[in-house]
């Protein structure tokens, strides 16, 4: 059983920026890829940014792509999101996720383990 556990979400000015963090417990191979996903108010879940621990490989929704950055430290087994030159449109709670397997894919590893979420709420 993998537990995921975000932080660093808050209020931020457009232009902003904040690092969101996700700490995995329950063991490296059940969290080898992780993901970030973001809800907004009457709308679905949408991918944001997913890292391979075995690879180093990342990929980005077009949304976010030159704004963000996922990292992860794989000794505190955490991952990290980066967002920069925020923007109202990224207002949003923000979940981690993590898979066992993955395909060609990061966006669409089968996600099975998912944190409570985080708040980001940009101001205009």
Same mark, same amino acid.
């Given at each position: 059983?993998?537990?995921?556990? !975000? &932080?660093?979400?808050?209020?931020?000015? /457009?232009?902003? %920026?904040?690092?969101?963090? =996700?700490?995995?417990?329950?063991?490296?191979?059940?969290?080898?890829?992780?993901? +970030?996903?973001?809800?907004? *108010?009457?709308? !679905?879940? !949408?991918?944001?940014?997913?890292? %391979?621990? +075995? &690879?180093?490989?990342? /990929?980005?929704?077009?949304?976010?792509?030159?704004?963000?950055?996922?990292?992860?430290?794989?000794?505190?087994?955490?991952?990290?999101?980066?967002?920069?030159?925020?923007? *109202? !449109?990224?207002? /949003?709670?923000?979940? =981690? /996720?993590? %898979?066992?397997?993955?395909?060609?894919?990061?966006?669409? =590893? *089968?996600?099975?383990? +998912?944190?409570?979420?985080?708040?980001?709420?940009?101001?205009?």
């Amino acid at each position: 059983q993998v537990q995921l556990v !975000e &932080s660093g979400g808050g209020l931020v000015q /457009a232009g902003g %920026s904040l690092r969101l963090s =996700c700490a995995a417990s329950g063991g490296i191979y059940s969290s080898g890829y992780m993901g +970030w996903f973001r809800q907004a *108010p009457g709308k !679905e879940r !949408e991918f944001v940014a997913a890292i %391979s621990r +075995w &690879s180093g490989g990342t /990929a980005y929704a077009d949304s976010v792509k030159g704004r963000a950055t996922i990292s992860r430290d794989n000794a505190k087994n955490t991952v990290y999101l980066q967002m920069n030159s925020l923007k *109202p !449109e990224d207002t /949003a709670v923000y979940y =981690c /996720a993590a %898979s066992v397997s993955c395909g060609s894919y990061l966006q669409n =590893c *089968p996600y099975t383990y +998912w944190g409570q979420g985080t708040q980001v709420t940009v101001s205009s």
